[in-house]
């Protein structure tokens, strides 16, 4: 945010009393402020996922997908976003989806502010996998479920339990703030506008934001993954490995 005279100030701060006049007093409401911010973030996913289904696409074909196939899939907005159906297409009559759709808790947890034990608001344990067998599928596909893990090798150990040996783990993320972000909103004033009243609104910052980058998963898996490799477009950002 803006410091003027040594205090932090957001564009909220600066509005003016004619901006209510045309547009209403709860322009100046904290939480009123805060529930419009929270709702220009709701409905990203599915916009922006069918933007990128070029790399959708490709993120199947690395995943291996078969006809046939068992696939856990694992994320947030699974059916909004098309990734159910589009599964379902893959592995046929013949094989089986078993989604595991985390969107609604993990929005109650960053309205909680709750912080995982790595002190990040908004991530928590990835205790999803219990009720599941050992090695009872043959892809695992993680797709908008990475941000929101406190610990990547405790959640990677869980995920890996699960698949079959020889086969994929294949993730994918739409990150909302990642290493060159912060940089990209400076280049333009309308943008670093736009965020910094989004995110002020919020009662947040762009740093309180989890992110986890293609190295730091390399670390977290170590030896349970070979093969591992990674792409990134426009944000979104795919890691993938296989189980030895």
Known sequence: MLEIDGQKVSPWDLMQQFDADRFGQDIFDPKERARWCRAIMTGGLPYMWRIARP???EIYRIAE????HRVLLFGESLESCGFIDDVNRLVGPSGEVVPIDFQQHARDMQIAEYRGKNGIIGTFPY????HLDDED?????NLQ??????DWTEAGREMLRLLKPGRRLVMAEIFMVNR???FKIKT???IQHLFDKIFSGMGRTLDERPYYSHEDLEEAFG???SDTDHFEWRGLEAFWGRKP
Do not use: N, Q, R, T
Request: hydrophobic share 50%; aromatic share 10%; net charge negative.
């Open 55 to 57: 790399m959708l696409d």
């Open 65 to 68: 997908i078969e006809p046939g």
């Open 127 to 130: 205790d999803f996998f219990g």
């Open 137 to 141: 599928f043959d892809v695992v596909l």
């Open 145 to 150: 479920g990475i941000e929101h893990a406190e």
């Open 180 to 182: 060159e972000l912060p």
């Open 188 to 190: 333009d004033l309308h």
């Open 223 to 225: 030896s349970m993954l």
